[in-house]
Antibody, heavy 125, light 112 residues
Framework: QVRLQESGPGLVKPSETLSLTCTVA??????????WGWIRQPPGKGLEWIGY???????NYYPSLKSRVTMSLDTSKNQFSLEMTSVTAADTAVYYC?????????????????WGQGTLVTVSS | EIVMTQSPLSLPVTPGEPASFSCRSG???????????LVWYLQKPGQSPQVLIY???TRASGVPDRFSGSGSGTDFTLKISRVEAEDVGVYYC?????????FGPGTRLDIK
């Protein structure tokens, strides 16, 4: 069974950088069959895709966040990470990491099948 | 960006009765592979979303057969044949056709 676990600070000051790591167990991040993604959910609101990365390092980010977001893989630790700079209160949310199953030559995403439990990040001074 | 809409926003249902959720996309979700890249998730209270249906109508592993998905193009429906108490939560549709990946606002199912 694949398990994903987010870790990182629960409180970040405005204008600083949010850094989260997702540790994957039961599967390898070095696989061409999956994307490794981040999705967030502001308190009481819906789901927002932040972006995902592929085993070869290719990334794809939500356009409005692209200038502030960086995702990376650490295959030696079987982890992937999210960094978001210049955070504001609007970035307060539960952040989920998730595995996206893909198929075909272009790795068409089918669905996010395994999700972490989520971690609440609050942006406040 | 493909905009996803859902209706209704709230759905009170008596246990044992059916439930139906609607999802519409701002453009057709048919990929070059011929599949509709529409996914349904259920987020139970206090939990992460769990996949129910993908490719518009394929049940994910372990999902009870009382859940079914249908539709094509821009209009999709999720049906529960007989609602159980454990089905309470928010149902989201998500388009996986292209980036940015987008979700609908969700439909909250409550038990009457």
């Amino acid at each position: 069974q694949v398990r994903l676990q987010e870790s990182g600070p629960g409180l970040v000051k405005p204008s600083e950088t949010l850094s989260l790591t997702c540790t994957v167990a039961g599967g390898s991040v070095n696989s061409g069959s999956f994307y490794w993604g981040w999705i967030r959910q502001p308190p009481g609101k819906g789901l927002e895709w932040i972006g995902y990365l592929y085993y070869n390092g290719n990334t794809n980010y939500y356009p409005s966040l692209k200038s502030r977001v960086t995702m990376s893989l650490d295959t030696s630790k079987n982890q992937f990470s999210l960094e978001m700079t210049s955070v504001t209160a609007a970035d307060t949310a539960v952040y989920y990491c998730a595995r996206g199953f893909c198929t075909g030559a272009g790795c068409q995403l089918y669905y996010f099948d395994f999700w972490g439990q989520g971690t609440l990040v609050t942006v406040s001074s | 960006e493909i905009v996803m809409t859902q209706s209704p926003l709230s759905l009170p249902v008596t246990p044992g009765e059916p439930a139906s959720f609607s999802c519409r996309s701002g453009q057709r979700l048919v990929g070059s592979d011929g599949y509709n890249h529409l996914v349904w998730y259920l987020q139970k209270p206090g939990q992460s979303p769990q996949v129910l249906i993908y490719l518009g109508s394929t049940r994910a592993s372990g999902v009870p057969d009382r859940f079914s998905g249908s539709g094509s193009g821009t209009d999709f429906t999720l049906k529960i044949s007989r609602v159980e108490a454990e089905d309470v939560g928010v149902y989201y549709c998500m388009q996986a056709l292209q980036t940015p990946i987008t979700f609908g606002p969700g439909t909250r199912l409550d038990i009457k």
